[in-house]
């Protein structure tokens, strides 16, 4: 398996539907655009999330299959 690069980190929950806020580094923001999944590490583990939809503005919010409430 290829090493993981950090390239960001997610922030809080943003709305009710699931979104949450990215911070992405300026060198990968076109990778990050263009990823279908990203692995995001959770208590040491990397697990694999697929993206939805990412909007940006005034903050970055991402979309994550299968995280659809606030609580998820």
Do not use: C, S
Not at 11 to 38: M, P, Q, R
Not at 39 to 53: A, M, N, R, S, T
């Amino acid at each position: 398996m290829d090493a993981m690069v950090k390239i960001g980190r997610v922030g809080k929950a943003h709305g009710l539907l699931g979104e949450v806020k990215a911070f992405v580094e300026d060198a990968y923001w076109e990778d990050f655009l263009n990823a279908e999944i990203i692995f995001l590490e959770i208590k040491g583990q990397h697990l694999p999330y697929f993206v939805e939809d990412v909007r940006a503005g005034n903050a970055v919010l991402v979309k994550l299959e299968d995280l659809n409430t606030r609580e998820d």
